[in-house]
């Protein structure tokens, strides 16, 4: 079925959306990368076989639908009971029958499945009742969990390429690109670049080929809001492509995708088809006469090749390296010729732009930072996940609302945005409201839209060395700052948390930031120095006791931290004994332990174990000199 | 031609030149490790920093490498200012703790007042500064017989799989463009050795001298069409031939 006019366009969303209707229960599982480690596939098929097994009571016959990531990967494998919205976590195949004979025979919610909220232990059925979703504002992920990633008609009933028929039937592209300059839309990639001033930067190049790129090679520790899109939703990255194609007037477009998103290629690849089969993509799209083919490339995982001139050079079949951006991508890019590059993200947000208008876009969000931002809330949370808000939402309501507070209720430390070229926020800053300016003024920056929330057991100096070592890896070095600055800064914090830190040791960790900053090529070796600087800046103590003191105040350091067990907590379960690795701590059940420090290795699992938080860590140095 | 101010003089420079030819034409000093005149330029050393700005920029300035940055009209240029002096430095500091022993390091370091490096000395020191002029210049030639592999700190030059490059011509172009002489090779008037790859020397006919290897003239068969035989005579004894000839074409005139 190919669809080659304004008629035929509706006439199919409209059959979409009927059949759509006609499935009132609807059984949505989850099948993100998430859940499907977790085995929502097998939930998702034995779903399929009871029903077919038990022959329902219920009046229609539910539909099990398999969707993208629903951002609450840890209580995975979800389900969701449509249309009452019962959400129920960490489904297991051995639940599925009493799903089925009670809460869809029946309307009977089985608790032990439910949601607990973290904050007051209640549980909660509901989907939309759940803090963590009940005050997110879906844009760019507006259909991630509600449809099938691989079905064409059920992201067309629940309104993809409506932004596109927009466009195509009613718009020039000149109004097209009017649209997304109203909409205030920046790039959700990190830099925060107008797009529209990208666009028409791109147009005033000139020239009669020019390609639209999609950059999907996410590749920041910790997140991974893109890929959530690619998987659930790849028609809204493709719709938003399509209009931009349209409005820069270009026949070639390349989504290149990290290969380490194998879930995300296989869907990307099924909506191409889709697409194409279609008619909304490929040759004479909609029957407007507009061409603008697709293809997909993937990359072999290096962080680098999210730059965009290395991901071009790398799209071109060299290595992927950056070069000098003097002239800009948008006049001489892929393959030499005026190229736009934008984030998934920003891809998936054009649809949406189009068809709801750039005011609407733009009512959300801050003066300077308009509409949603998706980002990957992990680390020492209660909720982890996947959300997006508008823009301005402060840190606080992201991480104490959203996020339930942090896990174990210990005190929170800081929050790591924008990942390895980001930086550290402190606790003093909790209401800053997060948007490129004031993330960049706090000496961070919104980035991929990673956050890690910290805890108080976080060694700061720990946290810049592990950033390190991971741009260590995945620098190109190609230029002496990045390759070689990051070498010895890193040689420089080995020191620090080993105790042999030395005066001098941050004057030098800031010389050579600054030269970094400043020497480098590209934005990764630029950027590299951040989360040293802004851990210096907010957390300077904790560097001066690693040098001076030969302490790590975070308690994590293993060669400078040592464990006793606090006597008048202590209840004897064993539990650290048996935690403990190289069996060095002693003592009866229900009786003191004690940790023999000649053994200890500072692991921290006995801490961790403890129920009753009766251990605790004091600087290694202060031991008996005969022992430490 | 544009206009610009370099350290206050005002210089004009060609379209199309980049601000490290029109600097130097000016009489300006700018280090480099990685440019070579004739090869594209690359800005991978960063020694080539300077500061621009612009009228009505008040004072803003923005640190480019000068190898890769086109010249504009109205520019102003500054190639000394303390911050790229100290952003040199940086580099160079961190280049002497890779390359201890490279002479051309030590003496540009000593250069701008480096005499040890205040970084940890690398535990294999090498003299390889990772320019790729020898990988650039063989990509330029049309062979591609070594590259850079792996990334990040591990980066290095080498043939493929480290093993003797199949593509490899023996023409010693890497060798002879390498700044700081690392690249090892043996050549006698029999054979030539690089990369862990032998190669046959075509000996000139008349003087004997060992000028080119077979391989070579085979490449240059495959590409211009010059055929080896060409390559019997060196370059020195095909012209004494062409002068006599032309000597005798004198006396008979």
Redesign the interface.
């Known amino acids: 079925m190919r669809i080659d006019s304004r008629k035929k366009f509706e006439s199919v969303v409209e059959k979409a959306r009927k059949r759509s209707a006609s499935r009132e229960n609807e059984i949505l599982v989850c099948c993100g990368t998430g859940c499907l480690a977790n085995g929502a596939q097998k939930v998702a098929d034995a779903f399929g076989r009871e029903i077919e097994k038990r022959k329902l009571k219920a009046k229609v016959k539910p539909f099990v639908k398999g969707t993208g990531c629903h951002g609450f990967c840890e209580k995975g494998p979800l389900v969701v009971l449509q249309p009452r919205g019962t959400f129920y976590t960490k489904v297991r195949v051995s639940n599925i029958g009493r799903i089925l004979d009670e809460t869809i025979a029946k309307g009977e919610i089985i608790p032990r499945l439910l949601y607990t909220n973290p904050a007051d232990g209640e549980k909660i059925e509901k989907y939309s009742d759940i803090p963590f979703y009940k005050t997110q504002n879906r844009v760019a992920m507006r259909n991630i969990g509600r449809i099938d990633p691989t079905d064409l008609d059920d992201a067309l009933a629940a309104g993809a390429y409506a932004g596109l028929a927009k466009a195509l039937f009613e718009m020039t592209s000149e109004q097209v690109l009017e649209e997304v300059e109203i909409s205030g839309l920046r790039g959700r990639g990190g830099a925060g670049f107008s797009t529209a001033r990208k666009w028409r930067s791109c147009i005033k190049a000139g020239g009669d080929r020019r390609f639209v790129l999609c950059n999907g090679d996410e590749g920041d520790p910790g997140a991974f809001k893109d890929r959530s899109i690619m998987e659930g939703d790849p028609h809204s990255v493709l719709e938003g492509m399509i209009i931009g194609a349209y409005a820069l007037d270009a026949r070639e477009g390349y989504i290149y995708v990290r290969d380490e998103y194998p879930l995300a290629v296989v869907n990307l690849d099924k909506a191409l088809a889709q697409a194409r089969e279609a008619g909304l993509l490929g040759e004479n799209i909609l029957g407007t006469g507009f061409d603008f083919d697709i293809r997909i490339s993937r990359g072999g995982g290096a962080f680098v090749c999210g730059e965009s001139s290395a991901l071009m050079r790398s799209l071109a079949g060299k290595t992927g390296e950056p070069r000098a951006k003097y002239v800009h991508s948008t006049e001489r890019g892929l393959f030499d010729l005026p190229t736009v590059l934008n984030n998934v993200e920003t891809w998936a947000d054009v649809g949406a732009i189009i068809q709801k208008g750039g005011a609407w876009f733009a009512s959300m969000g801050t003066d300077e930072s308009k509409g949603t931002k998706a980002f990957s809330l992990v680390g020492k949370v209660k909720n982890t996940g996947l959300i997006e808000l508008p823009m301005g939402t402060t840190l606080r309501h992201i991480i104490y609302d959203i996020g339930g507070g942090i896990a174990n209720d210990r005190p929170f430390k800081a929050v790591q945005t924008g990942g390895p070229s980001g930086g550290c926020v402190p606790e003093s800053l909790l209401d800053l409201p997060v948007d490129y300016e004031k993330l960049t003024e706090a000496g961070s920056m919104m980035g991929s839209g990673g956050m890690i929330v910290m805890d108080d057991r976080t060694c700061m100096v720990d946290v810049a060395r592990y950033f390190l070592g991971f741009l260590i890896e995945e620098s190109c070095g190609k230029c002496t700052p990045c390759r070689e600055g990051l070498k010895q800064l890193r040689s420089i914090y080995d020191d620090l948390v080993a105790g042999k830190g030395q005066n001098g040791d941050i004057d030098r960790i800031e010389r050579l930031s600054q030269g970094m900053q400043l020497g480098s090529l590209c934005e990764l070796g630029k950027s590299a120095p951040n989360p040293v600087i802004s851990t210096l800046r907010y957390f300077r103590g904790e560097y001066e006791s690693h040098v001076r003191d030969k302490a790590c105040p975070g308690g994590i350091c293993p060669d400078l931290t040592a464990y006793r067990i606090i006597e008048e907590l202590c209840d004897g379960c064993h539990g650290c004994a048996v935690a403990c690795p190289t069996d060095c701590i002693s003592g009866e059940k229900k009786k003191l332990h004690v940790i023999h420090h000649e053994a200890c290795i500072s692991c921290g699992a006995c801490f961790d174990a403890c129920p009753e938080n009766a251990i605790e860590t004091f600087p290694k140095v202060e031991l008996e000199p005969e022992v430490a | 031609m544009a206009t610009m101010t370099i350290n206050g003089k005002t210089v004009k420079a060609r379209e199309g030149a980049y601000l490290l030819e029109a600097a130097r034409t000016a009489g300006f000093e700018i280090p480099t490790l990685c440019h070579f005149e004739g090869l594209e330029p690359w ?4 020694l080539c ?1 300077v500061d621009i700005t612009r009228e009505g920029w008040d004072g803003w300035c923005k ?3 000068s190898c ?3 010249v504009e009209e109205g520019l102003i240029v500054l190639t000394d200012t303390e ?1 790229v002096r ?2 040199r ?3 160079l500091d ?2 002497l ?2 390359c201890p022993d490279a002479p051309l390091v030590r003496r540009l370091a000593a250069e701008h007042g480096i005499e040890q490096t ?3 000395a690398s535990d294999e020191p090498t003299d390889c ?2 320019c ?1 002029l020898c990988t650039r210049v063989c990509d330029h030639i049309g062979v591609s017989a070594i ?2 592999m ?6 290095e030059v080498a043939p493929p799989f480290n093993e003797a490059p199949p593509d490899c011509i023996g023409c010693l172009a890497c060798a002879e463009i390498c700044p700081t002489d690392c690249i090892p090779f043996e050549t006698s008037d029999a054979t030539r050795k690089i990369w862990g790859k032998e190669f046959e020397m075509l000996r000139c006919g008349q003087c004997g001298r060992a000028h080119i290897t077979r391989d070579q003239a085979a490449y240059y068969d495959g590409r211009n069409g010059v055929p080896v035989s060409y390559y019997e005579l060196c370059d020195t004894c095909k012209r004494r031939q062409q002068a006599e000839a032309f000597n005798r074409l004198a006396l008979v005139k």
């Open positions: 800005g991978g050393c960063r920093l640190m480019v490498v890769l940055y086109p911050r100290e952003t430095k940086v580099v961190l280049l703790a890779r205040s970084y940890k500064i990772l790729s590259a850079t792996s990334r990040g700190a591990g980066r």
